[in-house]
């Protein structure tokens, strides 16, 4: 069974740092994109950024370039978010997910973490 | 970037009937090379992360009930539930994987009348 679980998420003051993780199980970690999906509350869903199987390429939305950096540990099937700079607007829950061709198509998430940006 | 909108916002439907969602893109979003729309549907209960319902524009993912359709091509897309049950209350977003940024509506909020 696929699982993809979140963590590291908090409340951090407004130019904080926060890293997420997400630890996948249940496929071949390495074979697939991944990448983070936001959703502030009672909004809908951003996509934030991804990242190719072994790492070599990285793609961000616009407004978080310069701030945020995805990585992954493929011998430990996890997947990070490193968000620097935070801002009251990145206030929201982070989503991992598992992208099916690199194309931004998601087949499987994880249950979220809270990020709560806020003095 | 390619911007995506719902329509409606809301609906009301009565359980067994149809009920309908359509999606537009700011530009096309079929890939001429192989002639697939790059356009997906997502159900998203309170409290739960998004579910992958449809990709490719019509092609329903494994395990997902037949009574939900999708359908269009180029700039205009619907998503059908042909005949509404109550754990079909959710909301609804379509979302183009055509180009980066790949980019979600802002979704379709599903009630039972």
């Known amino acids: 069974e696929v699982q993809l679980v979140e963590s590291g998420g908090g409340l951090v003051q407004p130019g904080g740092s926060l890293r997420l993780s997400c630890a996948a199980s249940?496929?071949?970690?390495?074979?697939?994109?991944m990448s983070w999906v936001r959703q502030a509350p009672g909004k809908g869903l951003e996509w934030v950024a991804n990242?190719?199987?072994?790492?070599?390429?990285?793609y961000y939305v616009d407004s978080v370039k310069g701030r945020f950096t995805i990585s992954r540990d493929n011998a430990k099937n996890s997947l990070y978010l490193q968000m620097n700079s935070l801002r009251a607007e990145d206030t929201a829950v982070y989503y991992c997910?598992?992208?099916?061709?690199?194309?931004?198509?998601?087949?499987?998430w994880g249950q979220g973490t809270l990020v709560t940006v806020s003095s | 970037d390619i911007v995506m909108t719902q329509s409606p916002d809301s609906l009301a439907v009565s359980l067994g009937e149809r009920a309908t969602i359509n999606c537009k893109s700011s530009?096309?979003?079929?890939?001429?090379?192989?002639?697939?729309?790059?356009l997906a549907w997502y159900q998203q209960k309170p409290g739960q992360p998004p579910k992958l319902l449809i990709y490719?524009?019509?092609t329903r993912e494994s395990g997902v009930p037949d009574r939900f359709s999708g359908s269009g091509s180029g700039t205009d897309f619907t998503l059908t539930i042909s005949s509404l049950q109550a754990e079909d209350v959710a909301v609804y977003y379509c979302?183009?994987?055509?180009?980066?940024?790949?980019?979600f509506g802002q979704g379709t909020r599903l009630e039972i009348k």
């Open positions: 997910a598992r992208d099916q061709d690199g194309v931004g198509l998601w087949d499987y």
């Open positions: 249940g496929f071949t970690f390495s074979s697939y994109w």
């Open positions: 990242i190719k199987q072994d790492g070599s390429e990285k």
């Open positions: 530009q096309s979003v079929l890939y001429s090379s192989n002639n697939k729309n790059y």
């Open positions: 490719w524009a019509s």
């Open positions: 979302q183009q994987y055509y180009s980066t940024p790949p980019a």
